[in-house]
């Protein structure tokens, strides 16, 4: 993913109310191997990098996700793809849609690599000024793990 030289997304830091943040959206197979990675300020939501990553995906079965995916523009670029969406509902969502809880539950895989990512002391400050070397880091960091398991 490329980086506007100005602006919010430059150098991925946003200001929250834990101070500067910066969020590392993933995309990983079911393995827990990952797929397409991308940086964006702290202070955007979730759901905006969603369609971006997935651009980059091989078609599969399911994607499963957290509620903070949980939209209706996703979920029908999901069915316009025949992909099963395994997203849990907002609480404040009026209509409700089902939840494979036993696919949901293979979430955690996805939690175990960013654990094993934020191991590394330098991913879980950032050091890096740049985004561009954070995200390099990152890549690095994830090919070690990965290859190590």
Known sequence: MSYPENGE???????SRGGRTTK?????DACGQIVALALTPGNIA???MALPLLEAMRPTKRLIVDKAYDADKLRTWLSEHQ??????????????YPLNHKAYRRRNIIERMF????NWKRIA?????????YLAAIALIATITQWLE
């Open 9 to 15: 997304f430059a150098q991925a830091v946003g200001i």
């Open 24 to 28: 590392i959206h993933c995309l990983a």
């Open 46 to 48: 979730d759901i905006t």
């Open 83 to 96: 992909i099963e969406p395994v997203i849990p509902g907002r609480a404040a969502r009026d209509i409700v």
């Open 115 to 118: 654990g094993r990512l934020k």
């Open 125 to 133: 400050t950032r050091y890096d000024r740049l985004a561009i070397n």
